[in-house]
């Protein structure tokens, strides 16, 4: 049996002032994916990288990335990011565990983690994606590039990431078996 509910009053949503007061304040948690192709073994062939503007203009590698919002699940943000990043007709193949190859902690400034975001202090949990449907880049992202990891980890598309994001495609395709 089912109950009517009545809508949730805060849906997880923050205002642009209330969000700017939290990120002075608190560590905001984030997923980020880097969305991959699979050859026929289940080996990755191929992995999307998003190119978009900062704040400054300049354009920059990116991974589909995202905030985990107030009572919604890891699982549930992967899935709305990698939509709003990659499109409706994305087919992402969640992973069945929502453990993250790796957990990375961004500061608004030099640090010894050696990733970075001039606007707050975040912790990101970091997830390597297969997609199976069509890609097409929506939101900020201006394009979605498929390139083999051997490309990816090339010092020309490393050097296009900020922040220290290339240091992100190196653990994902070293937790997938790839390597320098």
Known sequence: MSSIRTPDPNPGWLSEEDLREARARLPIVYVQAIPVQLDPVGCVSEVGLLLQPNDVGELERAVVSGRV??????????????????????????????????VTEYFPHPSETGFTDNRQHAVALNYV?????????????????????????SADIQ?????????????????????R
């Not at 050097?159 to 790839?178: D, M, N, S």
């Open 69 to 102: 919002l107030y009572r919604e699940t890891i699982r549930g943000a992967l899935l709305r990011h990698l939509e709003k990043d990659l499109g409706p007709l994305v087919m992402p193949m969640v992973p069945p565990s929502t453990v993250p190859f790796a």
């Open 159 to 179: 050097a296009e990431f900020a922040g220290g994001r290339g240091r992100l495609i190196e653990q994902a395709l070293a937790h997938v078996g790839w390597g």
């Open 129 to 153: 994606v297969p997609v199976r449907g069509e890609c097409q880049p929506r939101e900020d992202a201006l394009q979605l590039s498929w390139v083999t990891p051997e490309e990816a980890l």
